[in-house]
């Protein structure tokens, strides 16, 4: 776990920040970005392993986010995070690119979980 | 209620559930790092006092934050469910205010109450008015580029109320007096309220002020109110 590097991004500064404090008390890598220009940024100068990715932030969102990671480093692994109620319908296809979503609150331990699955998978 | 009624409301109850999920998210993240705080003490570490403070303090405001967020909401319920007939000029500006902030925020557009000193009561349906007015918002900022700024402006005077909701460079300075006579034509996306205005005994007069779009939605005080 401790050589898991990893990318929160959200606009709610004090959720990523907070997660990120609690995910480093676990050994894990994690930093934090509050929009999507700054994840692409940061993704660019030192790409991690997993980046967890709010959907819907201002300016750019987590999906446009997730195209460019496709693009550029498909070998990155991201999990989406959504604060819905519950995914429609037409949401329950994970979209191309995602390994999984999770609906905020999150459980850290849940969280970790998916991230392990994330990670282990080809 | 009209099916564009319902479809706003339930844009705005969707916005104000999805931040409050937010709020919850960072609570839950908050007190989920005290109790990780309180388990290294057990393990002999000594935890930061100012971090946990600094915690809590997050908690503290992000309650705040959510509370905030459900009595702007719980306002909008009770104007429904009451069919609630009148309201202050200032009431319904802080409602439409506080349930649009976030999507001004979204637009990345910085958005701005400015309440009036001399409050005074207009009596119609409020969920009517608050449609209007919120409809009104909304244009002006699906029109203000990011990084803009709205401001809505609320005033009571010879016996009217005018909510001016300017955006750009028009929303800087005095409240404007206009009358009809200064507005243009409807924009297409405002049109179809004239249907509301007339039962209300509203008037929504629309000005491109060449620095902005300047909405002034024109109603009557309560009797007596000036």
Sequence with gaps: ?122 | METREAAMIGRLIAGITHETKNVLAIIKESSGLLQDILRLKKRKDVPNAEQIEKVASRIKAQVARGNEQLAALNWLAHSMSDRSSSVGVNELSSGAFNLMQRLARLKQVEFELQPTDDDATIDADVVRLFFVLATCIEYCLEKEPAKGRIVLRPKASRGEAILKIASGSAGEGQATERTEADGGPLPPELADLESILGPLGAKLVFADAGVGTELHLILPLRKGET
């Design chain 1, 1 to 122: 776990m401790k050589s898991w590097k990893v990318l929160l991004v959200d606009d709610e500064e004090e959720f990523v920040t907070t997660l990120a404090e609690r995910l480093k008390l676990r050994g894990i890598d994690a930093s934090i970005a509050t929009n999507g220009k700054a994840a692409l940024a940061s993704i660019g100068a030192d790409p991690p392993h997993l980046v967890i990715l709010d959907v819907l932030m201002p300016g750019l969102g987590g999906l446009a986010v997730l195209d460019q990671i496709r693009t550029t480093d498909p070998k990155i692994k991201v999990i989406l995070l959504t604060g819905r109620g519950a995914i429609h319908e037409d949401d329950e296809r994970v979209p191309p690119g995602a390994f999984d979503y999770l609906i905020k609150p999150v459980n850290i331990d849940d969280l970790i979980e998916k991230m392990r699955e994330a990670l282990d998978a080809p």
